[in-house]
């Protein structure tokens, strides 16, 4: 039951975010749709796999992204876990939340809201995650990750601030653009958990109640 109510959210999700959201979206690392209300907490879902990812991909594949979503929770504990204004998730809770499949997204968002006291709700989806072929030095294939990240009111259901991070590394000579990054990271050749949380953090950085407690 818990996973039938998972999978319709994130579709449903998927589908009102298409729909709400501008077309610019992946060219941009992040944007703010709208103004932001003034709310006690956000709710921190777990990082979610997109529904139709296990009809495309191979076991491995599939067993990689899970440890990738899982990853990905951790990072999130590290970096938000110990703030007060943001209230993160269990898959187990979630699941309790989510108690009716048919309700919507809209009446699922305030379930969650009304469940944690929170006015937004933030929802990471990782929809690629490959580990690195080689070394620090030397790599024969390079770490990929890729997610979105959205926002959503819990009173309105709109979408207020998106992220996506989709990259697979380059040697430098590839990308002569980059080499700012590549000077932070070492010219190494990172591993995906790196890659990862490097992406994540990142987007972190950007996100409207991160810099500040929630409500000041």
């Not at 990172?190 to 407690?213: H, T």
Request: proline share 3%; glycine share 8%.
């Amino acid at each position: 039951m818990g996973n039938t109510v998972r999978k319709l959210f994130l579709l449903v999700c998927f589908v009102s975010f298409v729909l709400s959201a501008c077309s610019s979206f992946y060219d941009e690392e992040t944007k703010q749709l709208g103004p932001l209300p003034e709310i006690s907490c956000v709710a921190v879902l777990p990082t979610a796999i997109p529904v139709a990812y296990g009809d495309m991909h191979t076991a491995a594949a599939i067993e990689a992204i899970r440890d990738g979503s899982t990853f990905l929770d951790s990072v999130m504990a590290d970096e938000l876990g110990g703030r007060p204004e943001f209230r993160l998730l269990t898959e187990n809770q979630l699941d309790a939340i989510l108690g009716n499949p048919w309700g919507g997204v809209l009446q699922q968002v305030r379930d969650i809201g009304q469940a944690t006291g929170c006015g937004a709700v933030l929802e990471t989806t990782l929809s690629k995650y490959r580990e690195r072929v080689g070394n620090t030095m030397s790599a024969e294939i390079s770490a990929a990750a890729a997610f979105s990240m959205e926002l959503i009111a819990v009173e309105s259901g709109t979408v207020l601030w998106v992220a996506s991070f989709d990259e697979s590394q380059k040697a430098l000579s590839e990308d002569i653009f980059s080499f700012n990054k590549a000077q932070k990271r070492g010219f190494r050749w990172l591993s995906v958990q790196e890659l990862s949380r490097d992406g994540l953090k990142s987007r972190l950085e950007d996100f409207p109640y991160f810099q500040k407690a929630v409500g000041e």
